[in-house]
């Protein structure tokens, strides 16, 4: 299926897309972080994901604002989701963040990790972290690495 979303052209593969879903939902479920968050995977495809987490009080910084760190691990679940969702082991190699805009207590942000390459066993990847008001609170960037192996079962045809 070949969809234009805004500027970008995006080619879908159902069952690559089912793949890459079920690859994010099993990660979510062996991740106690995710669990202890509330992080919801709200889509995932090939090379892509979007998640999300409601800020609580605990995880805000001395300035009752959104602690860097959670708005990293947000963005780096994204990451995480995107770039396994080919079936193949990967962990973060690098990544860099920028903070733009702070979150707020009780405000949904959401996460949209997306492939920019892959050669051979490396991967970069963009992730942006937007508040409910669609405001964007951090850019990262990643540079993943496959480590060998698969997330779901060598034997599994989506």
């Given at each position: 299926m070949t969809t234009l979303n805004g500027n970008t052209l995006e080619i879908t593969s159902g069952a690559a897309d089912t793949r890459a879903r079920k690859i994010a939902e099993r990660m979510m479920s062996a991740e106690g972080a995710a669990g202890a968050w509330g992080l919801s995977v709200l889509d995932a495809r090939e090379g892509f994901a979007r998640v999300s987490m409601r800020l609580v009080p605990a995880m805000l910084n001395g300035f009752g604002i959104a602690h860097g760190g959670m708005i990293f691990a947000l963005?780096?679940?994204?990451?995480?989701?995107?770039?396994?969702?080919?079936?193949?082991?990967?962990?973060?190699?690098?990544?860099?963040?920028?903070?733009?805009?702070?979150?707020?207590?009780?405000?949904?942000?959401?996460?949209?990790?997306?492939?920019?390459?892959?050669?051979?066993?490396?991967?970069?990847?963009?992730?942006?972290?937007?508040?409910?008001?669609?405001?964007?609170?951090?850019?990262?960037?990643?540079?993943?690495?496959?480590?060998?192996?698969?997330?779901?079962?060598?034997?599994?045809?989506?």
């Open positions: 963005a780096d679940s994204a990451f995480a989701y995107a770039c396994n969702s080919r079936n193949q082991r990967s962990v973060a190699q690098a990544a860099s963040i920028a903070f733009l805009d702070a979150g707020r207590s009780g405000e949904l942000l959401v996460a949209e990790a997306r492939e920019l390459g892959l050669k051979g066993r490396s991967g970069t990847y963009s992730v942006t972290v937007f508040g409910e008001d669609d405001r964007v609170i951090a850019t990262m960037q990643g540079l993943s690495r496959a480590i060998g192996g698969s997330v779901l079962e060598d034997d599994y045809n989506g």
